[in-house]
């Protein structure tokens, strides 16, 4: 019986800590090369899901087509589907805005990681996040050493 409460409280912890996560999915997205920004679409839905227990600015992105197209398919994986999905970890914050109409604009440098059994391959990413309150309302990443190509993401909640 005893078992059966730690098993009950684990599943209880581990619920709350997944229901605490903010899952955005795209609603229009851009990209930016050569100074000039046009819309674009990929096939299934671009994910972002942040987890507010990590350190500000870490991110989870999902979508196989737009995360092979960012790193270039440079990863060049044994799985092909290790592309379907990247952490933004180790987030150093390079700056924090505020405008007009109170979105905080937060800029990180980091780690975008891909990674699942014996694949791995990580970049280093600049990736901002527009929040107004509680609700995450963009995203703008591209490869530090690729500025030339940007894209931006404007969000909806999930739910």
Known sequence: MKKFYSLLLLLFFATANYAQNKTVIVDKA?????????DFSYAGRIVFSINPNDEPGTLRVGNYDFLYDFVEGK??????????SAEFSHPRKVSATTD???????????????QSDRDYYSVIAIVTILEKGDSILGVKMHLKDNSRKEYAFSTKPTS
Do not use: C, H, P
């Open 30 to 38: 851009w990209v930016n090369e050569a100074e000039e920004w046009s």
């Open 75 to 84: 990863g060049k994986f044994a799985n092909k589907a290790t592309y379907s």
């Open 100 to 114: 007009k109409q109170g979105v905080l604009n937060s800029t990180y440098e980091g780690t975008l990681i891909f």
